[in-house]
């Protein structure tokens, strides 16, 4: 979002970003041209603190316990928004001064989708949807219809060509997905509920962003699987066709010193979370090799740490992924690390946790073959250090991702510029009514799958045949008794 507010504020346009208190604008957009506005966030309320072994607890889950955990009512999308919206709603002086800006454009992120669908309930201005996740979150009632006999749902690590088996799950897991994405829905209207008097909305939304006039999603083609979209779903694999900014020098010396190219092991912002035991295993691995390991890691360093490893809270992922020493990248999987690793040709090994990370691992390594996966609860020194050799020693995982690079990056347009042209479409022509189809928000279940054209065929056929058996069964009685009265006369 922040980088979508600093190509938009370049090419003119007076940007306003609206964030809590929490949030550390980058230097960048600071000395940008951008008007940046808080709202408190109850850090207090919200505090969520991950244990030493958060990851490990994450790992045991099952996907249906995975989709409670995020969506389910009571559980951690539920307490955000109860939470969030009178913290939101704080100050109705500042909500009136931003309706009264009379906005040409509102721009959400769809990990926000509570808050952000009520700020454009609100100030009833055109919007555009930014979805971090990609394609797959966004089922049927989110604009893009959701073909799950050959797209995997977010939560699993299938590819497009699933056995029975796997299809029966996915479409198992749709449902299941289907049924807590109402939960979510149904709770943004119970917070609301609590503030809807205050700020004048009605005490119900719409549970579904059938109103937004287009989607940005962080994906493309040749990345992703093939598959249906509508004329309002945009792709953009990230913003990533900006150059690389320079290395800290405190990185860079590290990497100067790495005559055998250097590692890059990060979990994301669970740089910790995982318990003691794994953390010595990923430390010896590493201290067993000639090539140097930049591990994003916070708190103490693991006992068998070795000479090569540098240990930091945050790493400028991207800028080091695009160094020529990079040998590997070791990852999670999330969609943003996924989208650099590509975008950059990085091998990789996968490490995903939990929701949508195994989908953009399959990608990775089954899709574009990129590298390996691993299964964090079953890691062991001894395939985590296999893994490490095949993928450094296999000079084809390289040859893969700098084919799966060019593919991506082989756009007519890049992503910054067609962001632009978007929103400003949407701004000149206030909206895009004419590119949202009706069946997506309009045709029920029976309607868009035929259902009820497919019982008038199967009534219409039954009741042929019922017809048609009642006369064949006419004709040989009569038959029959034209028969027996001709024996009866002989």
């Known amino acids: 979002m922040e980088q979508i507010a600093l190509l938009l504020s370049n090419a003119g346009h007076d940007v306003t970003y609206f964030v809590h208190t929490e949030y550390t604008a980058s230097e960048i957009l600071q000395a940008a041209n951008v008007t940046i506005i808080t709202y408190q966030y109850p850090t207090k309320d919200l505090a969520y603190n991950l244990g030493g072994d958060t990851i490990t607890d994450f790992t045991k889950m099952t996907i249906l316990e995975e989709m409670a955990f995020m969506f389910k009512k009571g559980q951690i999308h539920d307490i955000y928004v109860n939470y969030s919206i009178s913290a939101y709603f704080s100050d109705m002086n500042q909500w009136r001064g931003l309706k009264a800006q009379n906005f040409d454009l509102i721009i959400f992120d769809s990990q926000d989708f509570a ?285 893969n991702a700098v084919k799966a690079q060019k593919l991506v990056r082989d756009q007519p347009i890049n992503a910054t510029y067609t962001i632009q042209y978007w929103c400003e479409y949407i701004m000149k022509h206030k909206g895009a009514h004419h590119l949202k189809s009706s069946a997506m928000f309009e045709l029920n279940f029976f309607q868009y799958f035929l259902l009820d054209i497919l019982l008038l065929v199967l009534v219409t056929v039954v009741i042929s045949l019922a017809v048609l058996y009642c006369i064949i069964k006419q004709l040989v009685l009569c038959l029959c008794k034209y028969k027996s009265q001709k024996l009866k006369k002989s």
Not at 257 to 276: M, R
Not at 324 to 337: N, R
Not at 386 to 392: P, R
């Open 115 to 399: 808050l952000g669908r009520l700020m454009k309930e609100y100030l009833d201005r055109p919007a555009i949807l930014w979805s971090n996740a990609g394609f797959e979150m966004h089922i049927d009632n989110w604009l893009v219809p959701f073909p799950v006999s050959y797209i995997p749902i977010n939560f699993v690590s299938y590819s497009d060509q699933m056995t029975f088996k796997e299809r029966a799950m996915n479409t198992f897991y749709y449902v299941a997905l289907q049924y807590y994405m109402k939960d979510w829905c149904d709770t943004t209207n119970d917070a609301l509920a609590k503030v809807a008097d205050k700020v004048g909305l009605p005490h119900e939304i719409r549970p579904v962003l059938n109103d937004a006039d287009l989607i940005f999603i962080q994906s493309n083609f040749p990345y992703f699987y093939p598959r249906p979209i509508m004329p309002n779903v945009v792709p953009v694999l990230g913003l990533l066709d900006r150059d690389h900014k320079p290395i800290d020098a405190k990185f860079l010396n590290f990497i100067d010193g790495a005559n055998d190219g250097f590692i890059i092991f990060t979990l994301g912002t669970l740089a910790t979370g995982f318990d003691a035991q794994t953390r010595e295993i990923f430390a010896t691995a590493f201290a067993m090799l000639k090539q140097r390991v930049l591990w994003r890691y916070i708190g103490s360093g693991p006992l068998s740490l070795g000479n090569n490893t540098m240990l930091s809270p945050w790493l400028p992922q991207n800028d080091l992924l695009g160094h020529p020493k990079l040998k590997l990248f070791i990852t999670h999987c999330g969609s943003g690390s996924s989208g650099e690793a590509v975008y950059n040709a990085a091998p990789v090994i996968g490490l995903p946790l939990f929701l949508d990370q195994r989908h953009h691992c399959a990608l990775l390594t089954k899709r574009h073959k990129m590298g390996l996966t691993l299964s964090f609860a079953d890691i062991t020194l001894d395939t985590f250090s296999a893994a490490i050799v095949e993928v450094l020693g296999n000079p084809q995982y390289k040859k």
